[in-house]
């Protein structure tokens, strides 16, 4: 099956570098691209892609108000939003608005194409150390959040903390190891705090874990 992606971001050069990428895959194909947010709408209900990379930055419509349109369509498509590493102040509010993860602007092509296959198949796009660092960033801003939250009453206790751990960055395979449990323990542990927190996948979950004081347990 191929999936069908659209590229919206408002300098030609980088929306051709990951074509040219993309183009190289046997399973990706670049159905359309957008240099603004309101030409992005347009081509995504088009072309009805499975991918969209969102820049955030854009004239008009910015790529925050577009991913949270994409998202809340009838056939909502997944969206990676692009960002460059200094920390772009607009990325959190694009996982919130309902993007599946981030992508650095100068990732590498093998980076590049397997963030998209890892969102087209229903995960988060970025590698769990990565999403801690950008997420801290914003949440070392915030106000100190509470020890315990109402949140997390309906999870076990091996639930949170395998939560605290997804928090602090770790992969399934990671935390695996820290809790001696099997992989595939961990990820159906992962799953039912995702079902029970209401979460959509892990880049929330982490998000959620900041929010709930989960990175600074011991």
């Not at 198949?121 to 150390?129: F, I, K, L």
Request: contains cysteine.
């Amino acid at each position: 099956m191929t999936i069908r992606v659209v590229l919206v971001d408002d300098q030609t050069l980088v929306r051709t570098g990951f074509r040219l990428v993309l183009d190289e895959t046997d399973d990706i194909e670049v159905v359309g691209e957008a240099a603004d947010g309101s030409t992005a709408l347009d081509v995504v209900s088009l072309t009805r892609p499975d991918v969209v990379l969102m820049d955030v930055r854009m004239p008009g419509v910015d790529g925050i108000e577009t991913t949270r349109r994409i998202r809340s369509s009838r056939q909502p498509a997944r969206v990676i939003i692009l960002t460059t590493f200094d920390l772009d102040e607009y990325v959190l509010a694009g996982l919130r608005a309902g993007a599946s993860g981030f992508l650095l602007k100068d990732a590498l092509a093998a980076d590049l194409v397997s963030a998209v296959r890892a969102v087209a198949a229903g995960e988060s796009a970025a590698a769990p150390s990565v999403t801690r660092r950008l997420i801290a960033h914003y949440v070392s801003r915030a106000p100190a959040p509470r020890a315990a939250d109402a949140r997390l009453a309906a999870l076990t206790a091996r639930e949170r903390e395998v939560l605290t751990l997804v928090t602090r960055g770790l992969s399934n395979a990671e935390i695996a190891t820290a809790l001696v449990l099997s992989e595939s323990t961990v990820k159906t542990d992962l799953g039912r705090v995702l079902t029970k927190l209401d979460l959509r996948d892990r880049v929330q979950a982490v998000i959620l874990g900041y929010e709930c004081g989960l990175a600074a347990d011991e």
